[in-house]
T-cell receptor, first 112, second 110 residues
Framework: EADIYQTPRYLVIGTGKKITLECSQTMGHDKMYWYQQDPGMELHLIHY???????EKGDLSSESTVSRIRTEHFPLTLESARPSHTSQYLCASSTGVGNTIYFGEGSWLTVV | AQRVTQPEKLLSVFKGAPVELKCNYS??????LFWYVQYSRQRLQLLLRHISRESIKGFTADLNKGETSFHLKKPFAQEEDSAMYYC????????????FGRGTSLIVHP
């Protein structure tokens, strides 16, 4: 079934640890996105990609990095997690021009 | 620059009352506008888009280019409509990277 999968769904890690949030989509979409969202708050775009080997920073400055080596895979990495990184991270994808965005279920990250 | 404004952070109504969630945008060209909804413990999902001109779950939204608005309306709110609603804008000027409003939390009381 076509979907967007995010792992882990929930994670608690210590300060200074390196973490990679995985995102894979079987939708066949070219564009992929990472948003940061605190509960009930607005979505902040932190990274996006138009396709393989394309990555761009979003509106919200983030210490995370992303890669897009395969169309279906768009992982997000924090080299050294801090408590300020505690949030929900949403992965999403879409097709081309002005089309619907499909979201994953989100990854809840808590840094202690 | 494109911008989406949802002036109400919270909207509280009683079941059966009409609902209007406001959305204003700033963009001089032809926009694509969307409403997304996030129910409790569910993922964010599309509710409707202006280009489809359809009613979903009793909700409608009309693009008013003169007022640069895309308000979401429902004549009779139901308890299951309680959710977070986000208005989103996609434009050629923004390379079709969507811009979201801050969201409006709709609470429908029994």
């Amino acid at each position: 079934e076509a979907d967007i999968y995010q792992t882990p769904r929930y994670l608690v890690i210590g300060t200074g640890k390196k973490i990679t949030l995985e995102c894979s989509q079987t939708m066949g979409h070219d564009k992929m996105y990472w948003y940061q969202q605190d509960p009930g708050m607005e979505l902040h775009l932190i990274h996006y990609s138009y396709g393989v080997n394309s990555t761009e920073k979003g509106d919200l400055s983030s210490e995370s990095t992303v890669s897009r080596i395969r169309t279906e895979h768009f992982p997000l990495t924090l080299e050294s997690a801090r408590p300020s990184h505690t949030s929900q991270y949403l992965c999403a994808s879409s097709t081309g021009v002005g089309n619907t965005i499909y979201f994953g279920e989100g990854s809840w990250l808590t840094v202690v | 620059a494109q911008r989406v404004t949802q002036p109400e952070k919270l909207l509280s109504v009683f079941k059966g009352a009409p609902v209007e969630l406001k959305c204003n945008y700033s963009y001089s060209g032809s926009p694509e506008l969307f409403w997304y909804v996030q129910y409790s413990r569910q993922r964010l999902q599309l509710l409707l888009r202006h280009i489809s001109r359809e009613s979903i779950k009793g909700f409608t939204a009309d693009l008013n280019k003169g007022e640069t608005s895309f308000h979401l309306k429902k004549p009779f709110a139901q308890e299951e409509d309680s959710a977070m609603y986000y208005c989103a804008l996609s434009t050629s000027g923004g390379s079709y990277i969507p811009t979201f409003g801050r969201g409006t939390s709709l609470i429908v009381h029994p």
